[in-house]
C-alpha cells in the first residue's frame, strides 16, 4: 500500500534550519508530486508549495519563498523540505503529501506529520 | 489569493443526523478543483472529496459533495460516531492553494 514515512521530530533554535524527509513506496515516485502542508498548534492547514520529482519542478508559497527548499531523491523516493531561518512561529507539524493530475491533484496520502518546535 | 471561508465554525449535532457544511470562495475556483478533508485530534489529514463531487477510493458513500463557482458543500447524510472531526476544504485550481479554517463537527 501507499505510503509516505516522515522523519522524527525536531527542536530547533530561532535562526537555525530543519530540513524534513518523507521516504514513500508502493507507488512511482515521478508519477506523482510531493505537497508540504504544515499546521501550527490548534490552528489550519497551510500549504508551503510542492515538488514534481519528474524534473525538480517546484511552486512556493509566496510567504516562504526565500526561505524554503523542496528537493527529491528519485534513487531513494524521498522527497525533502528544507525550512531556513525559523522563528517561534514556524512551530507546527510539517505533512508531505501525494499529489496527483488534474482534477485527481488532491492530496490523497499523507505522511504522519513531523512536529518542528522553534525554542530558545 | 483565493480565500476559503467556511461555515459554521462548530456543528454540534447527534449521531445519526445529517452534516451540512460549507466552503465559500472569494474568487471562482478553477474548474471544481476543490477539495474535502477529515481530520482527527494527533492525525493527518484524510481525502474525502476531490474535485468538488467525487468521493476518493474508500469513502464511505454517506459523504458527498456539490458546489461549483465560489459556493461549495460538504455533505454528510447520517453521522456515524467516527465522523466527529475537523472538516477543511481546499482548492487546488490556482497557486498558491489553499484551506479553509476548518469546521469542528462535534458530538451534541
Known amino acids: 500500500q501507499v505510503q509516505l514515512v516522515q522523519s522524527g521530530a525536531e527542536v530547533k533554535k530561532p535562526g537555525a534550519s530543519v530540513k524534513v524527509s518523507c521516504k514513500t513506496s508502493?507507488?512511482?515516485?515521478?508519477?506523482?508530486?510531493i505537497s508540504w502542508v504544515r499546521q501550527a498548534p490548534g490552528q489550519g492547514l497551510e500549504w508551503m508549495g510542492w515538488?514534481?520529482?519528474?524534473?525538480?519542478?517546484?511552486d512556493y508559497a509566496q510567504k516562504f519563498q526565500g526561505r524554503v527548499t523542496m528537493t527529491t531523491d528519485t534513487s531513494t523516493n524521498t522527497g525533502y523540505m528544507e525550512l531556513r531561518s525559523l522563528r517561534f512561529d514556524d512551530t507546527a507539524v510539517y505533512y508531505c503529501?501525494?499529489?496527483?493530475?488534474?482534477?485527481?491533484?488532491?492530496?490523497?496520502?499523507w505522511g504522519q506529520g513531523t512536529l518542528v518546535t522553534v525554542s530558545s | 489569493e483565493i480565500v476559503l471561508t467556511q461555515s459554521p465554525g462548530t456543528l454540534a449535532l447527534s449521531p445519526g443526523e445529517r452534516a451540512t457544511l460549507s466552503c465559500r470562495a472569494s474568487?471562482?475556483?478553477?474548474?471544481?478543483?476543490l477539495a474535502w478533508y477529515q481530520q482527527k485530534p494527533g492525525q493527518a489529514p484524510r481525502l474525502l472529496i476531490y474535485?468538488?463531487?467525487t468521493r476518493a477510493t474508500g469513502i464511505p458513500d454517506r459523504f458527498s459533495g456539490s458546489g461549483s463557482g465560489t459556493d461549495f458543500t460538504l455533505t454528510i447524510s447520517k453521522l456515524e460516531p467516527e465522523d466527529f472531526a475537523v472538516y477543511s476544504c481546499?482548492?487546488?485550481?490556482?497557486?498558491?492553494?489553499?484551506f479553509g479554517q476548518g469546521t469542528k463537527v462535534e458530538i451534541k
Open positions: 503529501a501525494r499529489r496527483g493530475t488534474g482534477v485527481a491533484a488532491a492530496n490523497d496520502y
Open positions: 508502493a507507488y512511482s515516485f515521478t508519477s506523482y508530486g
Open positions: 515538488i514534481t520529482p519528474y524534473n525538480g519542478n517546484t
Open positions: 474568487q471562482s475556483v478553477s474548474s471544481s478543483y
Open positions: 474535485g468538488a463531487s
Open positions: 481546499q482548492q487546488y485550481g490556482t497557486s498558491p492553494w489553499t
